[in-house]
């Protein structure tokens, strides 16, 4: 038996005594006591319903029907899934004590709220999955705007609504996302795109907005990027301006994704067909085609012709009609100026003529005025009877 009589062991005195070899006299009883003292400081509790394993340095929450992030995950997780349970909301406190934390996966949890600084306390984290939720507010400062090292987000089909991208864009704005690499934003019904969105994401490579309801993109969406892949496939889009496109001709490594999009092929879409025939940046360029009107209905983009569209013929009569009014516009100031010319040439006779026309004009007022004077008289009226 073990002698009680001396001082309590401390759990680092345990611990060096586990690594001697144990002395004969101990006993079975006793090694069954002193592995069951140590076994807290050996093997860290794991969160009931989770599954843990710490070898493989990984957590696993997955369809336990959990409220809330479990507490007290261990700290030496660096992989932590908690996936398909009930979590509406994401606080500052759910993620202390986790310094290792790589990868953070809460896809298809509901999560509607996210309140600040609910990621700052995670340095080393480098992949967040947020996929599958039903976000409708984020927080600006929900990540760590000093110490933000994530390089792949993924949001697909995690907005509440196509109104959730703008707390979304100043998350992602403020969030110091300097190593953000791929990020993923398909199925989400977004209808455009904040400006200057993802204007800080230096570093981003990779950008998915497939599947969404795009109607425009602008000359500012992605400036200042050097993206190699953008996915804007399934949108909105009935053509790409010339900024645009010009914007995207300077990311010289980019592959461009354009396909299953509502084209409208008219005079609108020239400027695309053209930039489309120049350059080699659209990865499925051979499987655009117009979908409005009707008459050009499925032809491919690259096989439209300026005839077809009738736009050089419409310029044609349009400039045509321009010449005609310009023209008409010469002739009448030559006739202007003639007559001017011939005025001032007849400006004497002009002038005794004018004099002449007043003077009939005066003589015949004042004998129009003397008659009104006459008739108006009464006596001279009387006179006149008399007379007669």
Excluded at 265 to 294: G, H, M, T, Y
Aim: charged share 20%; aromatic share 6%.
């Amino acid at each position: 038996m073990l002698d009680s009589s001396g001082p309590p062991l401390s759990a680092g005195m345990l611990e060096m005594s586990l690594r001697e070899p144990p002395p004969a006299s101990l006993g079975s009883w006793g090694l069954l006591l002193l592995s069951l003292l140590l076994a807290p400081l050996a093997c860290p509790a794991c969160p009931a319903p989770c599954e843990c394993s710490e070898p493989a340095r990984t957590v696993k929450c997955v369809l336990k029907e959990l409220s809330a992030v479990p507490a007290e995950i261990p700290r030496y997780t660096r992989n932590l899934f908690i996936t398909g349970n009930q979590i509406a909301h994401i606080s500052s406190r759910d993620f202390q004590g986790l310094p290792n934390l790589v990868t953070l996966s809460l896809a298809n949890n509901r999560i509607s709220a996210v309140e600040s600084q609910a990621f700052s306390a995670l340095p080393s984290l480098r992949y967040l999955d947020l996929s599958n939720n039903r976000l409708a507010t984020i927080h600006p400062d929900a990540f760590n705007s000093r110490n933000n090292s994530i390089r792949e987000l993924n949001l697909s089909r995690s907005l509440y609504n196509s109104s959730a991208i703008r707390p979304v864009a100043a998350a992602i704005v403020q969030g110091g996302f300097r190593s953000l690499s791929k990020l993923e934003l398909t199925n989400n019904e977004i209808v455009y795109l904040p400006l200057g969105m993802f204007s800080s994401l230096r570093s981003l490579r990779h950008l998915d907005l497939r599947n969404n309801s795009l109607v425009d993109i602008k000359n500012s969406t992605f400036a200042g990027l050097d993206l190699e892949h953008l996915d804007l496939t399934l949108n909105a889009l009935k053509t790409l301006r010339i900024e645009a496109l010009a914007e995207l001709g300077r990311q010289l490594r980019l592959r461009l994704f354009l396909r299953d999009n509502p084209f409208v092929c008219n005079c609108d879409i020239e400027d695309l067909v053209s930039w489309l025939n120049q350059s080699q940046q659209v990865a499925d360029v051979e499987k655009l085609a117009c979908v409005f009107p009707r008459h050009l209905q499925n032809t491919s983009l690259m096989d439209l012709a300026g005839a077809e569209l009738g736009c050089h013929t419409s310029q044609h009569r349009k400039n045509t009609l321009q010449t005609s009014y310009v023209f008409l516009g010469v002739v009448l100031g030559i006739i202007g100026v003639v007559f001017l010319f011939v005025l001032y040439l007849n400006r004497r006779g002009i002038k005794t003529w004018v004099n002449s026309t007043r003077d009939a004009c005066r003589n015949f007022m004042e004998e129009y005025r003397y008659r009104y004077e006459i008739d108006s008289d009464p006596r001279v009226t009387q006179v006149s009877t008399l007379d007669i």
